[in-house]
């Protein structure tokens, strides 16, 4: 029996009351029942962070079990009945599902439920909406979220009761009179102008900024790994860190002095996630920019996550994406404070060639960050290709 999970409140007042679901899919998980159980578990566990992430109220969780999902509901009929009758019971305004649901199964999940249905990549979006603050980071959520928006417009609202503003609705969702293709049409041709303008300011200020002289190192992983902590540590800075889903969205770049004879640019960056839309990722293209023009990666990974390998993978399936795949990468195991003093691993690990491939750290105890400082001194000085933009004509 799946039940309602009791799940911790948040304090925040008149935030939505989000019912999340998430199905145990045979082609999600194909693996033996015991890992199985724990995978399922973490990709949970990282959903209700990017309901807390939403600004939400997470009210309860229904995990559930199926084969391959069903066309119209997504899950079963029956389930499906049981989700209603709980969001009614105990007053849900949002349910929102782990997955991606198809335009059909959105509408009549919404219809069944009487309540607001949210998937995977809206959810996604309404945490970007939130937490952009630059003006290019604004344009780019809303953006991706009118190309989402557009290819669901054949539903409308209409087969909802009552319509307010909400989480994933908040911007080009808000009025029902932007409901019209045209006009969404004409809105996103506008907004990829505006954000062409914003780029084009954005290569200036990068060509005068460096001139190509100095390494550039960017900061990727997956999130919540610890980017902005090392980049406080490294730096000095003072960006937000928190432990939260996407606590970065909008770059930062610092000058950064390894030793008397080596300086870089580091960059931090917007953390990565399973499933990040397309259209988000597209649309996100300008801040990844830094990252697709770095000399040098630093792939923060949190050695302590049970899921780190796979983390591993989908970061670089967007690297991959936004063609920063063959950037030379140092993979940065972070949180070794968290394993146990016997297994700790230390030192930097080199490839054939005697290239620094890995090291390990602890953002928090300072353990690993003289490798560290090692490691990147080494990659900075090791003559890269250099991007045409960089250079500068
Ligand atoms: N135990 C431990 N916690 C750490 C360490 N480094 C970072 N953290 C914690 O991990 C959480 C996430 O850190 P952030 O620096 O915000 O992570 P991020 O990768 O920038 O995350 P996003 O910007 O959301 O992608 C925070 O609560 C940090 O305090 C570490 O070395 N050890
Ligand atoms: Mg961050």
Redesign the pocket.
Same mark, same amino acid.
């Given at each position: 029996m799946s039940g309602i999970a009791k799940a911790s409140l948040t304090a925040q007042q008149a935030a939505e009351r989000v019912l999340l679901v998430g199905v145990m899919l045979d082609k999600d998980f194909p693996v033996v029942a015991e890992r199985r159980t724990t995978l399922f578990q973490s990709a949970l566990a990282e959903a209700q962070e990017l309901v807390r992430a939403s600004g939400a109220e997470l009210v309860g969780v229904m995990p559930c079990k199926r084969q391959q999902p069903d066309s119209a509901l997504f899950v079963g009929k029956g389930k499906a009945e049981e989700l209603a009758q709980q969001a009614a019971e105990i007053k849900i305004d949002l349910v929102v599902f782990n997955h991606a649901l198809t335009p059909t199964q959105e509408r009549n999940l919404e219809r069944l439920l009487q309540c607001r249905v949210l998937d995977r990549v809206g959810l996604i979006l309404a945490i970007f909406a939130r937490r952009a603050h630059s003006q290019e980071g604004r344009l780019q959520v809303e953006l991706a979220q009118l190309v989402h928006l557009s290819s669901r417009l054949i539903r409308g609202y209409g087969h909802l009761q009552s319509q307010r503003g909400g989480i994933g609705l908040r911007g080009p969702g808000e009025t029902r009179l932007e409901t019209d293709r045209r006009l969404i049409r004409q809105k996103i041709t506008r907004l990829r102008q505006q954000l062409q303008q914003v780029r084009r300011q954005r290569a200036t200020q990068r060509k005068s900024r460096n001139q190509g002289i100095l390494p550039a190192f960017a900061l990727v992983?997956y999130?919540?790994?610890?980017?902005? %902590?090392?980049f406080n540590r490294l730096t000095k800075a003072q960006v937000v860190?928190?432990?939260?889903?996407?606590?970065?969205l909008d770059n930062t770049v610092r000058r950064l002095y390894l030793n008397d004879q080596t300086s870089v640019l580091l960059s931090?960056t917007?953390?990565f996630v399973r499933d990040l839309p397309h259209g988000l990722v597209a649309a996100f293209a300008a801040t990844l920019e830094e990252t697709a023009l770095a000399d040098v990666l630093l792939h923060?990974v949190d050695i302590t996550h049970p899921e780190f390998e796979r983390q591993i993978d989908d970061v670089n399936v967007v690297l991959k994406e936004i063609n920063a795949a063959n950037i030379p990468q140092l993979i940065i195991y972070?949180?070794i404070?968290?394993l146990a003093a016997v297994q700790r691993p230390q030192g930097i690990v080199c490839d054939a060639r005697g290239r620094p491939q890995a090291v390990y750290? %602890?953002?928090?105890d300072g353990s690993g960050l003289a490798d560290l400082r090692t490691a990147m001194i080494e990659l900075a000085n090791i003559k890269h290709v250099r991007h045409d933009e960089q250079v500068g004509s």
């Open positions: 992983g999130t919540n790994v610890g980017k902005s %902590s090392l860190a928190e432990d939260q889903l996407f606590a970065t931090d917007v953390g923060v972070n949180k404070d968290k750290i %602890s953002v928090q």
